[in-house]
Nanobody, 123 residues
């Protein structure tokens, strides 16, 4: 049982991408969903989180103003719109379900991690 992120790809700096996180079994329907990323040789870091009802979002300082999290509860899908991408955004992006309704940046409070999707931003 896990959430599955997809939609990554190879883009140029300044381009946009939208990632999707599929919750086919509705395991996160009453929970916040978080987005994390991991670049080669680095720890997995928090990117964004969205509350169970989509009313509240949180972002890391590095993506604030460029990335937007949203969710469509009717489709059991959470999205991460990434605009003005930079080479330093290159990483594998993961989504996971929070143990709470409102999320947060603490990776240890998330579960049901999927395999992730690669985002590569060329300069």
């Amino acid at each position: 049982v896990q959430l599955q992120a997809f939609g990554g790809g190879l883009v140029q700096a300044g381009d946009s991408l939208r990632l999707s996180c599929a919750d086919s079994r509705r395991i996160a329907s009453n929970n916040a969903v978080g987005w994390f990323r991991q670049a080669p040789g680095k720890d997995r870091e928090f990117v964004a989180a969205i509350s169970w009802n989509g009313a509240s979002t949180q972002y890391s300082e590095s993506v604030k103003g460029r990335f937007t999290a949203s969710r469509d509860r009717s489709k059991n899908t959470v999205y991460l719109q990434m605009d003005t991408l930079k080479p330093e955004d290159t990483a594998v992006y993961y989504c996971a379900a929070s143990r709470s309704s409102y999320g947060g940046s603490d990776r240890s409070t998330y579960r049901y991690w999927g395999q992730g999707t690669q985002v590569t931003v060329s300069s």
